[in-house]
């Protein structure tokens, strides 16, 4: 069985290398073809000698058309000073050579001995004449010899020109002869290591063929399994009932927060520096216990001061879901039955008038909403007192920051909180009910609003 086995291998990786090696060939000819046509010998070094010489060529071109520009200037000056070349100084800066200096120096010999002729001799001397003919001679040959020099200088400029241009033209395509390159380097690399090591594993299998033993054995017969071995099911359901409750936890802790309310008078006093005047519990449906609340509560808000005769009490609210209507009629109800002379009004409309306290009187006002208009914030500006109703399950507690800006900005007289509901926690089934309920009685008995007269309600 073992040999049967290792010969099975010997002759697959046989066949394998059989075809790698014809690949590698191919990779080897096609790499050896590319650089044949391409004459790459070396990619790196040949471009780095190609722009030296090109750097070289424009070096010399740029001393060339120097020394050219220099001759221009002085050809032109000789050219147009001939009739006076006695006076004139050129600049000989790219003549530095032995016979222009040697030509220089007879004319300037010349010039001195003309000089020196002239102390003696008339200019139409003979030997003047002479001397004049010399000069003459010299620098019609010094500007020949200038004009032959400019034009040496423009052809050798124009071949360096088309060497500099033939030099350039060995970097047309050589990104695409760099990347063609890479690309069949990079085959014949991978066909190379491929065939190495189908060597080494031929190598391994003709020594596994040859020994006489075998270095592996059958520790343990294999088994196949009934049940999956992944996922875990008691490991998914750990996991899943802590990541549950970890959210849920964090869901409830974020709906605390965004739906913050007081809740109870400790929550209420940590946000807000108003006084707190009253703690309303949930009172259920029984109206004598609603009754004998606020007649304690008649009793208390009077000790305070606050139902003096003459004093207008106004009862405030955010909005008209947090109890303000409860809190009005039910203090209408027990100052009543306290014997006050009392005149309660009910304001409909920002067009309400807004009446003042009678001196032997106790004026109760149910204002506006502040949500609904600003001109509960000048009913609430003409009161002695103002009781404003919070609602311990539906009033943000954003809302009592937004009050002391209120009462602080238009400087609201002797306002004081009564909070609705303190406490109150009903559970989900509970407030489920309720609203069944509430919404099971509004279908059987619906009630009209009252149509106010005047934007005012008068309770007397």
Known sequence: MKYKVVNTAAETIGQQIKDVQRTLAHSEDTVEQYRDLKRIVNIKQETDTDLHKVSELKMQRANLQMSLAAANDLYKYMSNGKKSALELAPNFEAFNDMLSTDIIKKIKDLQAERHDLLLRFTPEDEKVQAVDMKLADLNGYLLESIRNTRENLTVKSRELDRAIAQAQGAFVGLPTREKNLTILQRDFQLNEKLYTFLREKETEAAIAKSSPTSYHRIIAEGLVPVEPASPHRAFVLILSGFLGLLVGTALVYLLSIVRSTPGDADGVQRETRTPLAAIIPHLGRGLAGRLAFFTQLATRLALKGMLVPG?????????????QSFFFEHLRQALATKGLKLRAITLRDAQSPNPEAHPDEVLLVQNLPLDQDSHA????????????????????????????????????????????RAGYAPGPLQVLGLRLRRLFSARRAPSAAPVPLGGLDLDL
């Not at 009490?313 to 909005?319: E, G, K």
Request: charged share 20%; hydrophobic share 45%.
């Open 311 to 323: 004093t207008k009490l106004v009862v405030n609210a955010f909005t008209d879901k947090e109890g």
């Open 377 to 420: 914030l000048a009913v609430m500006g003409g009161a002695a007192a103002n009781l404003f109703v919070l609602d311990g399950r539906t009033t943000p507690t954003s809302r009592l920051a937004e009050l002391d800006l209120l009462i602080q900005e238009f400087q609201l007289p002797n306002v004081q909180l009564c909070l609705n």
